[in-house]
């Protein structure tokens, strides 16, 4: 029986048995991913070396025979961020200047690790200051007992009765006192207008995001560009979307490329997501059913509905 195991690769023990304490979560996929593609193919391998992107980093990439390699699922600004980090502390070495097919990579072999020791040290000492803060501004409670206050009764005062006054009577319910700011209040989220909801943003984020938000920006510009809103966007490298779409269709081309595609994750970059869309739309369309009808019946319906309430809106 083979040692080798299949579909596997190389990764130094130290990454584990040392780095990983040192490093966040964002720098360890980064670290990881790298290692994958300099000591998992052979051509990279036997240099020890090999070009990655930005791109790479962030959305993966297709080979010329279609199979794709999911990328660390980062924003681009976090993955600068962290390979920034990662270079600065010798895990990982550039070789030259960037090229079309993205920086030279090394895995470094001697890391900083005083370095990343001292800058754990100094993330513990100033996790320990922002609670040393909190707790004096609570008052005190690291050198107080329970309550805050050392020899006097709970409640604050010594000889008063509960309520802070020994002998006066309370003459102005609180209630009444509390009165113009709960009207301040209401006024406020009375003149306050919920923002609109984009059904074809929430699609995007349903459907390709699993619901999460974190890449709201990268969201934008795919709902955007469904929509045919954004040409010529300098956050757009792809040309206008001559075939928009709503959120129905958002979730029909996700079916359509899980159905075509098993296995593999959605294309999340925009040119990628652009190129499978039109492929999707030059797909012939099937013959509509009794239940794709009355989708279309519902959709000119809510149509109807959201213009109404746009011109009532304007009223």
């Known amino acids: 029986m083979s040692s080798i195991i299949p579909n596997t690769f190389q990764s130094p023990n130290a990454h584990v048995d040392r780095a990983m304490q040192y490093l966040s979560g964002d720098e360890y996929k980064v670290l990881a991913f790298a290692v994958r593609h300099i000591y998992g193919w052979r051509d990279s391998l036997a240099e020890r070396r090999g070009h990655i992107s930005l791109s790479m980093f962030t959305d993966g990439y297709v080979t010329k025979s279609g199979v794709e390699f999911g990328g660390t699922g980062l924003g681009r600004q976090t993955v600068v961020r962290v390979v920034a980090a990662l270079v600065q502390y010798g895990l990982l070495v550039k070789h030259g200047e960037p090229t079309a097919q993205g920086q030279m990579y090394a895995i470094g072999e001697n890391p900083d690790w005083d370095g990343l020791e001292a800058r754990d040290d100094a993330k513990r000492d100033a996790s320990r200051k922002r609670i040393a803060r909190a707790r004096a501004a609570l008052g005190g409670l690291s050198d107080r007992p329970a309550g805050g206050l050392s020899d006097r009764p709970a409640g604050g005062l010594s000889d008063r009765p509960a309520g802070g006054l020994s002998d006066s009577t309370q003459t102005k319910p609180l209630e009444n006192q509390s009165k113009p700011i709960a009207r301040k209040r209401a006024g406020a989220d009375e003149n306050k207008k919920p923002r609109p909801r984009n059904p074809v943003w929430d699609a995007v984020c349903t459907h390709l995001f699993d619901g999460s938000q974190r890449e709201a920006a990268r969201i934008s510009i795919l709902a955007h560009w469904i929509e045919g809103k954004t040409s010529g966007s300098r956050n757009i490298n792809v040309g206008p979307n001559t075939q928009p779409g709503d959120a129905a269709d958002v979730q029909a081309f996700v079916a359509y490329w899980r159905n075509q595609h098993p296995g593999i994750h959605l294309p999340l970059d925009i040119g990628k997501f ?25 959709r000119a319906w809510q149509a109807e509905q959201d213009a109404e309430a746009a011109q009532h809106e304007l009223r």
Not at 282 to 293: C, G
């Open 274 to 298: 652009a190129r499978a869309w039109d492929q999707w739309r030059a797909q012939p369309a099937p013959a509509k059913t009794a239940l794709d009808k009355l989708a279309d019946s519902l």
